[in-house]
């Protein structure tokens, strides 16, 4: 395989992962990715296709996620540089691959973020449609909202990045939006 396709990845994903907050997840970060990717002038496709993979094992092994990625990756022909890349979304966690790349910083970033910003969306009733970064980073800085999303790591990634939070944030907002039908953040219609 020469490069991971969108199309690819939702078909090696859909293997492991049957559960439906983890497909959306894996939608969220790939929306995610694919914003990340037109801020540094890279392959849109190529880095929501990795988006859409990062959590492979994370399903069947959550006790040991990323343990089982990168040989049946490797087997199924995902280039090198992908199956780094989502090793590297572990890093500190459960994983020693630092992010280097842009793109493996972007997915160690964007993982945690994007839950984040689902959550402010749902509150809304034009779900993501309406969200500006302003109202997001209301709900950013209330620790009790989306607690389980671990904003340490988030920064950790931000910085890496070399960016605010806020200018990350704003990044994946607009790809998460162009995919709010699929995301399921439309709203309520109210």
Not at 2 to 16: P, W
Not at 87 to 95: D, P
Not at 127 to 152: Q, Y
Not at 154 to 181: N, Y
């Amino acid at each position: 395989m020469e490069k991971l396709t969108l199309e690819k990845a939702k078909e090696i994903n859909a293997t492991m992962v049957t559960e439906d907050h983890l497909l959306l997840h894996a939608a969220n970060v790939s929306a995610a990715m694919g914003a990340m990717a037109e801020h540094f002038g890279e392959d849109k496709e190529h880095w929501e296709a990795v988006g859409w993979l990062h959590d492979y094992d994370y399903e069947k092994y959550p006790e040991e996620h990323l343990a089982h990625t990168e040989e049946p990756l490797r087997a199924l022909g995902v280039p090198e540089e992908d199956i780094r890349a989502i090793l590297a979304h572990g890093y500190s966690i459960c994983a020693d691959v630092e992010p280097i790349t842009n793109m493996e910083k972007s997915l160690f970033a964007v993982d945690e973020l994007t839950g984040i910003v689902q959550a402010a969306a749902r509150m809304r009733p034009a779900g993501i449609t309406d969200l500006e970064v302003k109202s997001f980073m209301k709900k950013w800085k209330d620790k009790r909202f989306a607690a389980k999303c671990n904003r340490e790591l988030i920064l950790q990634g931000c910085e890496m990045l070399g960016m605010d939070i806020k200018d990350v944030a704003e990044i994946v907002i607009r790809g998460m939006k162009e995919h709010a039908e699929e995301l399921q953040l439309t709203g309520s219609g109210e």
